[in-house]
Structures are given as structure tokens and as C-alpha cells.
């Protein structure tokens, strides 16, 4: 690891109280834009993690998140976010916060300095050799990521990163390490910023490419969602009318009968209803 870390750095800005609100916003903006560029670099990383994920998926595997504070979050609304979007079970993929869920909304003191306490979360969902673990920690120095991350690698669980250091031991700890290098943040040390939003990135990039790999999209279109809402119901009918060139009230028949617009889709085609 770099002698200091990254994310711990002075921010490049100064006498933030005395700067106007213009000021802030386009300062916060200029930092902003080296986060794109941090994911390009790490593309070739993230897809040989991808391609794991969908190897242990596709064979009945799951995918894990560990992370505390900020990191943690966004694993968990990555996973959460999995179902509906694309129409998988709940419990495909995981997303385990420092704390438990009273942690999303309120500090738990010292959640994240336990090592212990991400293999005794991870136990309770039956972790094994056919999964795939990441853990999320911007400084890469969590120790209850860590923790979670060498126990898993003890019992032969495939096991990734995604931090914002260069040579984190996190990213030394594991078999694919994803390193986001977004540079200081604007206000100093404040990773929910620069090094959150990579990390929000890279999540999706994960999720998205292994959904689109198992199926779960067909062209550019999300037809195994949720019918939670009347506005997916909508996009929904409307996937099948462009998709069969039927008028939209049989379209909506048809979805509100079968419940999902792939399903509509297979039926229509192989009963050829008229």
C-alpha cells in the first residue's frame, strides 16, 4: 500500500466556508469528472470479475457484498435493486452491511472495526464454494471486510474488491481486485463523494453485465421486472406492442394474465395467439 492513502489526502481545494455556491458546485463538478476515467481504467478488471460471477451464477451460485458505512449501502441497494429490476429471487444476490439494516440509516459503533463479524453474517446465509464474495471498502482497510474476505478465502470462496487505493490490503487479500483511483476528495476524506460514486459505477456495471449475460434483457429491454407500479405496467405493455405488434389492450390482457413481459412474450409466440 502507497504510504498514505489516497482517500485520506488533503483535497486539492481550500477555505471551502469562504467559497460562493457557484464556486462549490463547480469545484465539486470539476472533481467529479476524473471518476469516469477512474472506472475506464478498471474495465479489464471488472470483466474478469464479471465473468466469474456469471460462471458460479449461471451454475447456481450467488454473488455477495460486504461493506460498512457508505460502501456498505451501496452494496446493498445494488442488491436489492436486482429483483425488480430484473425479475430474479431475492436471494441472488446479497448485499451484508457493517451493523445489520439498522446500520443503512444510523452509525453501529464499532461495526466495522469487527472481524469477526462479516463470516458469522455471511454464515447465517449458508456461504459456500459455488459463490462469489466482493467486499466494498473505499480506503480498502476495513476490518470487518477483511475479515469476511480472508475467511472466505479459507473455505475456498472465490473472492473480489472494489476499493479507491492503490495496493489496499484488501486488494492484496483478494483473487480479482477492482481499484477505482478517483484521487482526493473535494471535502477531505468524505468518500460518500468521489470514491462512492465510482464505487456506485462499478456496481452497476457488475450486476447489469452479469443480469444481461444470464438472460435477464432481451435487445435493450428489462423484460423480466417487477410489475410493482402502473408505470411499469405500461412499459411492460408497451415492450409487448412493439415486440408482437399487437394493439395495447391485448397487450395488457396478456401481461396482467401471465405477470411478467418475458413470459407474455413466450406464451404469445408459442401459442400464436391471435
Known amino acids: 500500500m502507497k504510504n498514505k492513502l489516497t482517500t485520506e489526502q488533503a483535497s486539492d481545494y481550500n477555505n471551502l466556508e469562504k467559497m460562493s455556491t457557484h464556486e462549490l458546485l463547480t469545484n465539486m463538478n470539476v472533481e467529479d469528472k476524473s471518476v469516469p476515467y477512474a472506472l475506464e481504467k478498471a474495465v479489464p478488471f471488472i470483466e474478469k470479475l464479471v465473468d466469474v460471477v456469471y460462471e458460479k451464477m449461471n451454475a447456481g ?31 441472488w444476490v446479497i448485499g451484508l452491511i457493517a451493523g445489520g439494516d439498522f446500520a443503512l440509516r444510523k452509525a453501529v459503533e464499532n461495526a466495522e472495526d469487527d472481524t469477526a463479524l462479516a463470516w458469522e453474517d455471511l454464515k447465517k446465509y ?35 474488491c472494489v476499493t479507491c487505493n492503490q495496493d489496499s490490503p484488501l486488494s492484496l487479500e483478494v483473487d480479482y ?46 423484460i423480466n ?26 397487450a395488457k390482457d396478456l401481461l396482467m394474465e401471465h405477470k411478467s413481459v418475458k413470459a407474455t412474450l413466450d406464451f404469445y409466440k408459442t401459442k400464436k395467439v391471435k
Open 225 to 250: 421486472m417487477q410489475l410493482s407500479n402502473k408505470k411499469l405496467v405500461n412499459r411492460g405493455v408497451k415492450m409487448i406492442v412493439e415486440e408482437l405488434n399487437i394493439d395495447a389492450k391485448l
Open 61 to 91: 451460485g450467488r454473488l455477495f457484498y460486504i461493506g460498512a458505512g457508505t460502501s456498505g449501502r451501496l452494496g446493498v441497494l445494488d442488491a436489492s435493486e436486482c429483483p425488480p429490476t430484473y425479475g430474479v429471487p431475492d436471494d
Open 177 to 222: 481486485p477492482i481499484e477505482l483511483v478517483v484521487g482526493p476528495e473535494f471535502v477531505t476524506g468524505s468518500t460518500r463523494m468521489k470514491a462512492g460514486t465510482a464505487q456506485k459505477l462499478a456496481l452497476n456495471m457488475i450486476s447489469t453485465t452479469v443480469m444481461i449475460k444470464l438472460g435477464r434483457v432481451k435487445g435493450n429491454k428489462m
Open 126 to 160: 449458508n456461504i459456500n464454494t459455488g459463490d462469489v464474495l466482493v467486499g466494498i471498502a473505499a480506503s480498502g482497510t476495513t476490518p470487518y471486510v477483511i475479515g469476511g474476505i480472508k475467511k472466505a478465502k479459507e473455505n475456498n470462496i472465490v473472492t473480489a
